[in-house]
């Protein structure tokens, strides 16, 4: 479906708990690439003079009802002034209730596809959200690629939606992808003690490889990794692009009645995007015992073995560089880094929150230009056991071969 997802049932909506990320006896403190600060990137403050359309150089918009949008929504989408406009500092996206090729309202859909994608950062927008019966005001990002890879498989990051007095005092972040898409996505809800229409709200998703995040006015209330797909590909390494839109009608919200008054007008104060400053290092590991890739086994609950002849999120690692050749490996299938566990008498497991002693390994090169891995947990070399196809385990007092050297394929 090339646009928003068939409608959620409110029986998907049911709060995940935030990640609570416990510190570890073992563990000391690290500074890790995926806690480097976030610089911004792409910004839109909307403070263009009253009344002036959106940056064309910065937004696309879109024009017709598309047959609901996938929705059975009701309006259509113009490029008109009426619909998308500055006023005050603020870009607002208005619907109203106007015959137009067929539709009863007309309203506004922005993109960036083709002029701003992005792989992983933080998305922040402030906003004032319309309320009525069937108003659907959104903020989303679609995967670059949904030419080529119709939706779901392309995936989508709902960043903030908000269905009005079906939920009068709740704004809710999903994800879709393939098998977790529509009444099945991947979703939770942020409650307050008010309407979230009678005021302004930040809304932040923090994407990062192997995690997704939601805030509103900085509170995290919903985390997701790959863990949440199960057996499903995780559709959120590669590029997105932004949306908003103001819909109306649909199968969640359901349609406008009597109580619904118009024009209804979504206000945003700006659009902002930051990355880490210094980026992510994903690495796969190919073991020189078999040429296999090592796998963080069982969603990263079973030991280490090197057994892939691909590179799947199961197999996909952020090296982080620890200073003095020493780095520690995230696991992308779970987010947990990769321990020498037992001191290093236990095969390499991928299921510790935060980075120790055993988390640590030194890092050498060899006279062919493989890689090693030493365990700080006993300064012994990691090896692919039994020729790759046993687990790995630091055991080995010295490089003796194929079995203990990798390559460090970047991703």
């Not at 994903?282 to 609950?301: D, R, T």
Request: neutral net charge; aromatic residues 12%; contains cysteine.
């Amino acid at each position: 479906m090339n646009g928003k997802k068939i409608g959620l049932s409110l029986l998907s909506l049911i709060c995940s708990a935030a990640l609570i990320v416990p510190w570890s006896a073992s563990s000391s403190t690290a500074s890790a690439s995926s806690s480097s600060p976030w610089v911004q990137i792409w910004a839109d403050d909307f403070n263009g003079a009253n009344g002036t359309g959106v940056d064309t150089s910065k937004w696309n918009q879109e024009i017709g009802n598309n047959n609901g949008w996938g929705n059975n929504e009701l309006q259509y989408y113009t490029n008109s002034t009426k619909n998308a406009y500055m006023e005050n500092g603020s870009l607002v996206l208005q619907a109203n209730k106007e015959n137009m090729q067929g539709s009863s309202y007309t309203s506004a859909r922005l993109t960036t596809a083709n002029k701003f994608n992005v792989k992983y950062g933080k998305i922040e927008i402030r906003a004032k959200v319309p309320y009525g019966k069937g108003i659907w005001p959104a903020a989303w990002m679609l995967g670059s690629d949904i030419g080529s890879n119709p939706w779901p498989g392309s995936g989508e990051i709902d960043i903030m939606e908000y269905v009005g007095p079906v939920a009068p005092n709740t704004v809710y972040g999903t994800i879709h992808g393939p098998g977790y898409s529509g009444s099945n996505g991947l979703s939770a809800g942020y409650t307050i003690g008010e309407r979230f229409s009678n005021a302004f709200h930040t809304y932040t998703v923090e994407w990062e490889p192997g995690a997704i995040r939601w805030y509103v006015d900085g509170n995290l209330y919903h985390t997701r990794t790959p863990v949440d797909a199960g057996d499903n590909t995780w559709a959120f390494d590669k590029p997105f692009f932004l949306l908003l839109n103001l819909a109306v009608g649909g199968n969640w919200p359901g349609n406008p009645d009597a109580s619904t008054t118009f024009p209804q007008k979504y206000q945003i104060d700006y659009v902002h995007v930051f990355q880490r400053q210094n980026g992510y290092n994903i690495v796969a590991l190919k073991a020189g015992a078999n040429n296999k890739y090592v796998s963080a086994e069982n969603y990263g609950n079973d030991a280490l073995i090197a057994r892939s002849d691909t590179v799947s999120t199961w197999e996909r690692f952020e090296q982080i560089d620890l200073g003095n050749n020493r780095i520690a490996l995230r696991s992308l299938i779970n987010g947990k880094y990769v321990t020498a566990d037992n001191t290093g008498a236990s095969p390499l497991i991928a299921n510790k929150t935060a980075i120790g002693t055993w988390e640590t390994f030194e890092l050498g090169t060899t006279a062919d230009g493989k890689r090693t891995l030493k365990s700080l947990a006993n300064n012994l070399y990691v090896t692919a056991e039994n020729g790759g196809n046993g687990s790995l385990i630091a055991s080995r007092s010295s490089v003796g071969g194929a079995w203990e050297t990798f390559e460090l394929v970047k991703q």
